[in-house]
């Protein structure tokens, strides 16, 4: 199954690799049984299907996610059926790529307002008289 993420990018399933496991924590013989955990690997860094730069900000976003070799594994044993585990796989992959695949704004610096400006040496002025109240006096008797 085709991973479809704009109208002209898409990951092909030959890309995408599916294997299955048996879940864990109770269940009775359903989880000893049924393989309906779902891992989904994606070679990143060799996928010739994401342009450089989406792939460039999955790494620096990800990086923790990548083995090694920059594959992503993505698990999934919440449902009890293996085809709805396989979809929640493809859903977390597809918000993961949709999360970089625009490159992030550009701050604009701004100055702060001259309200804020107020406010804050306020603050100040409070939080300085609250800590010069908590200090030692040595003349006092």
Same mark, same amino acid.
């Given at each position: ?17 599916? @294997? ?74 597809? *918000?993961?790529?949709? *999360? ?13 307002? *001259?309200? @804020? ?23 006092? @008797?």
């Amino acid at each position: 199954m085709d991973l479809y993420l704009t109208s002209d990018l898409k990951i092909p399933s030959d890309e995408l690799r599916l @294997s299955f496991a048996r879940s864990r924590g109770p269940g009775g013989q359903n989880v000893q049984k049924v393989a309906s955990k779902a891992i989904l690997h994606f070679d990143v860094l060799h996928s010739p299907s994401l342009p450089e730069e989406v792939r460039q900000r999955f790494e620096q976003r990800y990086a923790s996610r990548l083995t090694k070799q920059g594959e992503l594994v993505l698990h999934c044993d919440e449902y009890r059926d293996q085809r709805r585990n396989v979809e929640a796989c493809y859903q977390r992959l597809r *918000a993961m790529l949709q *999360a970089v695949l625009q490159p992030p704004k550009r701050r604009r610096s701004t100055r702060p307002t *001259a309200g @804020s400006r107020v406010r804050r040496l306020k603050e100040k002025k409070v939080r300085s008289q609250t800590k010069a109240g908590r200090r030692f006096r040595g003349d006092a @008797s």
